[in-house]
């Protein structure tokens, strides 16, 4: 079942692959220098049958978030590490230092703490930090001009080898962007651009260089994050890299570690050094660790010593529940279903404890300051998001957003990267809404919604519920989605629920993707329906985003081999094949030179009555 | 795993039921005469627990679909069918006769067939028709100002005993109805009004006195259809019936069978005379079998024989593929996809091959005058839908379109009840102008969709990437959704993949309402929200579209009996519980009774600072 392989070596070192998709290779576009290597999964596809034709079809090329886990040429020891993708780009800027060691107080312990050192990863690398005075960020590089080897990598990335596969984008439909303006061909340029605007953001800690660059904005590629975490039940660090691993393997471009429980700080060690894609934290939830988890007992300086700690191993983002304002919490009295988030929640707590203002708000500018020495970026944190349909866009949650789009402004003085959170639990009409105020009271800042899940009714489908939101905010303008397992309201995911969630996301952000008229988007339906209408089974089931569960589902009900070059499928069975009777159509209309334009304009004249006339024979054949 | 039992009794007659819902009770509401009697289900709803203010939870009213299988108080055998809801409502009406026996040629030959007599529905009645020069269909009683029977059932129906639950009703967002005028209490007149007008229609064969009414329109709840049928591996009759009733215990509104096996006469009488809901079929696949698969062979004569055979049967309405029209079919030589609906390329099939127009759409009117004898409805089929993103929204989908809606006109210049079908694969944005295209071309006869489906890049997950696609048209005005599995493309649904299906349907039917604003809608999702907050377990679970599988979710985590009523759950633990912390912001303003408007008005005034003063001490409680 585990596509994800985890092997002890004789010299008692383990080495893990992850199993590529079928007919599929890694394959690297190469940037202006040698260091730049974009890795994208080429998906070969068979030839045409004669009888439809006899033409090779180009190979397919899709976005991978699978890293070198998938080369078949790089060997990986989770106890090692992944290799360094920006290790020279980061030293080459000359603006950060190596720092001696960890500059927490928190990470010195652990480091220090002989009970933590049997599980402590092998290879820890020494901090860096940006020198004294110097901004990291790649929004501070944006705003100066340069463009960094990150930004050409995302351009590479996001155009996904868009030149090799014209054949496939033909009648491409124009798409609804909403204000949206997604160019034909990204550009280095037009990545620091809309990163200079604050308009997308590259989460990419300079302590974790083993990220393969990404970019998250309105006008890319739709993103999903997948959840991955430990709680009170805990489970283990190989785990919790094991789920890492499910998770980009099946197309997570981020992962959030919400991890709660015991030893999360070795856990997320793990994790960054092992992890291709950029990965997230909500920093409150070890924070409250550290007191017990008593709310009203946090502090300033606990909570910055925790920003250090984990900024100095490397997370990307930061889920910051700065808005979350002592104002705003009787607003939710009233609600249904009061607050939902964690982070709000503990923050609401804290700020009724001490009766003033949340400390996250009053400190904002000196959290931005460890931000722009890491190059962290905002996830700023939507802690008052309805719970419900009856609590959607109501005063405490768009008084929050309004708040952020204050921060937002803050943020962006620093040269700080910055993304904002969304809901929650929002009618299909009311979705709109969100991101349209979301654009503007955060100035374009990207968005990064949980669903929105359209109906509370249905437990066990809200992946779906979910989805259906996901997949119209994304279409709006969010940049990235939040995935939502089935289980979501009922219980912690295991490994299917998490396949299931990723694999439902990734159809909304693709429905997405389609809709605004991403000009690479369509290249994989039409791959696929050009397979479908040539029976191509095993090109369809390599196509698509799942491939082994299409397979599966196939042979459930034609497991035979010939099946799969069938001329028809079991749903209808050969007499009643559509695709068949149009072929021949087809067939005829090219073996004739049928011009059908000329035959519509002149109304069914003569010239269609003709065709039809000699294609009186043609079903003879069947 | 089954919920559908059929059992053998002592004395060789099988008795059957469905398993009522978990706290769940068949209720009927009264009409205006005794014989009205409208089934719902009344779900039983817990106490909020003392510390969330102990008070008493009414109960929540729901649309039931499961018919007598779910009263305890009806036996039923399969063998001898239902018993008849609307016989009394038909006879009184004094238009129609009973015949000797079937009318059809097929018909008569099947009952003299002593090989067909083993596996023959024991009871058959005779057939019902109209009187000479009679019309007995509803929209035509509509016209005339005569609310039927029907009418006054369905009004209840769609009611929901709202009176009954309206503590549940509060908060109800507005909804956005994109031209549809949905009343807040569904009077019997306005559903004879909208029948009238053509907006809804009430399949209902007067030879299907079983059904219990229902309507199909975008000023009522938005329904769902489940598919079923044998195929060339066939299944057997108690297995094709089996079906129906696992598709209504989960919630199809309607159920087609699309058999296109053996013995499909068979079958369908079987199912008709089990099934409370209407029963929809595609008279052209049994035409087609009757000449061993070869469409060119097709003629009217069988087809009409076909239509009258299946009308004395009590089939409530027809997909005919009357659009497809002989100019149409060049214009699907370049597409991606072809052809993909069966009807559609048996039809086009025919055309070719005898270089005329179909006679589908050159006996229109006589096609009329038989479903007006029997009150089968239309469902004018779309045989050119898109079976690709590449195809959506082309001069084929869109012409044959504009042909439903020259013969929408036509039908209802006979006062034939309408619906019209719809697409197919059509990417998210190119959604709504299919739903405006429609109404305008259709003069809003009531749209009856598939999916559509948003992408085509993901098999094995059709009834999400449909379900997108199906919970907008249902919000931008389409009627009923018919249902995908996630076997589309792949095989034949099992009986997991139909109860997957139809809860997802449930799902976009459901987000679809109350994105339009339905009155009784957001009921559910506030009992479910409060029951959420209030840690009420038992009743999230009972509220939900399936219980069973929400239950089973959150046991895989914590399954004893003592978390079902714990105030936390596996994903945060205790520690974590916003909800917990919600409550006590929420305890804390009822006991001092803060006055939020105030606070807020006054801008976190002195009110608001005494309210967090006195507030600190509510979280050593915890």
Redesign the interface.
């Known amino acids: 079942m585990s596509a994800v392989r985890n092997e002890i070596a004789a010299d008692g070192g383990s080495s893990v692959r992850i199993d590529s998709y079928p007919a599929s290779e890694k394959i690297y576009v190469q940037g202006s220098r040698p260091d730049i290597r974009v890795p994208m999964r080429k998906i070969t596809l068979s030839d045409t049958p004669a009888h439809f034709g006899a033409e090779e079809n180009p190979p397919l090329y899709v976005y991978d978030t699978s890293g070198v886990y998938t080369d078949p040429n790089v060997a990986i020891n989770l106890h090692q590490g992944l290799g360094p993708v920006r290790d020279q780009w980061i030293a080459e800027r000359n603006d950060t230092e190596e720092l001696a060691g960890p500059t927490s107080k928190f990470g010195r312990e652990r480091l220090e703490d002989p009970d933590t050192a049997h599980f402590r990863f092998d290879h820890i690398h020494k901090p860096r930090r940006a020198v004294a005075g110097a901004n990291v960020s790649q929004m501070h590089y944006a705003r100066k001009g340069i463009i960094t080897p990150e930004m050409e990598y995302i351009a590479i990335r996001e155009n996904q080898n868009m030149e090799e596969m014209r054949e496939h984008l033909k ?1 491409r ?1 124009p ?2 962007a909403f204000g949206a303006s997604i160019p034909d061909v990204i550009t280095p340029e037009f990545v620091r651009d809309e990163v200079a605007r604050g308009r997308a953001i590259i989460p990419a800690n300079i302590n974790h260089p083993e990220l393969e660059p990404m970019i998250i904005g309105r006008n890319f590629l739709v993103k999903i994050n997948g959840n991955l975490g430990n ?3 805990t489970s283990s660090i190989e785990e919790e890299v094991e789920k890492m691993l499910w998770g980009i393997r099946w197309g997570a471009d981020t992962i959030m570690d919400l991890s ?1 429980g015991k030893n999360i700080h070795e856990t997320r060690e793990w994790i960054l050094r092992n992890s291709p894609v950029p990965i997230g934290t909500v920093p409150i ?1 070890q924070a ?1 660790e550290k007191v017990d ?1 008593k ?2 007992e946090l502090t300033w300086e606990i909570y910055r010593d925790t920003l250090i700690e984990q900024a100095e191993q490397g997370v990307d983002y930061f889920t910051i529940h700065a808005g979350v304002r ?2 705003h ?14 982070g ?3 923050m ?2 804290w ?5 003033t203002e949340s400390f996250l708000y009053t400190h904002f500018e000196e959290i931005c300051e460890i931000m722009k020495a890491y190059d962290v970026s905002f996830s700023l944190g939507d802690g008052l998001r309805p ?6 866009n109501d ?1 405490a949650q768009f008084g929050e957003l309004e708040t952020l789009g204050e921060l937002t402004k803050i943020a962006w003085k620093h040269d700080v990267q910055t993304m904002i959170e969304g809901p929650g ?1 929002v ?4 979705v709109k809404i969100n991101m349209d105020k979301q654009l503007e009271d955060c100035h374009e800042a990207p968005f990064y919604t949980l669903g929105p899940l ?8 809200d ?3 979910s ?2 939101g996901a ?2 905010i994304g ?1 709006y303008g969010c940049a990235m989605l939040c995935y939502v397992t ?2 979501e ?4 995911p ?1 490994k299917q629920d998490v396949r299931e969630g990723i ?2 996301y ?3 952000a ?3 993707d ?4 991403h000009p690479a988007a ?1 290249a ?3 791959a ?3 397979a ?2 040539e029976f191509r089974w095993e090109d ?2 390599n ?4 491939p082994e ?2 397979r599966s ?2 042979d ?3 497991p035979k081999e010939s099946a799969k070059i069938a001329h028809f ?11 068949k ?6 067939d ?3 073996a004739k030179g ?1 011009d ?1 334009e000329q ?2 304009k002149q ?2 004249d003569e010239k ?2 003709q ?3 000699e ?2 024979d ?2 003879h054949k069947i």
Chains 1, 2 share one sequence.
């Not at 196509?543 to 799942?546: F, K, N, R, V």
Request: hydrophobic share 40%; net charge positive.
């Open positions: 009648g439909h798409g609804q709680s009170a039940v709660t939830y409250l988890g709310a009203e002592l104002q919490v009787p607003l939710t009295a009233k609600r249904m279903t009061g607050i939902v988030s964690r709000g929640s503990i609401a707590k700020c009724l404890a001490h009766h719970g419900s349909i009856y609590d959607a005063e639990h009618p299909l009409h009311m359209t109906t509370d009714i249905a437990p066990g489908y992946h779906i519920t989805a259906i997949a119209n279409w089935q289980k309201h009922l219980g912690l295991n694999v439902t990734k159809v909304a693709h429905a997405a389609l809709a605004k008229g369509q994989r339906d039409n696929m329906s050009k479908r209408f369809q089931f196509i698509s985003l799942d569960k299409a589902f196939h459930e009900t034609l499928c079991s749903m209808c069975g050969p007499h009643f094949c559509s695709m009777i149009s072929q021949d159509v087809r005829y209309a090219a049928i059908e035959a519509l109304g069914m269609s009555q065709f039809l006339k294609g009186a043609i079903y």
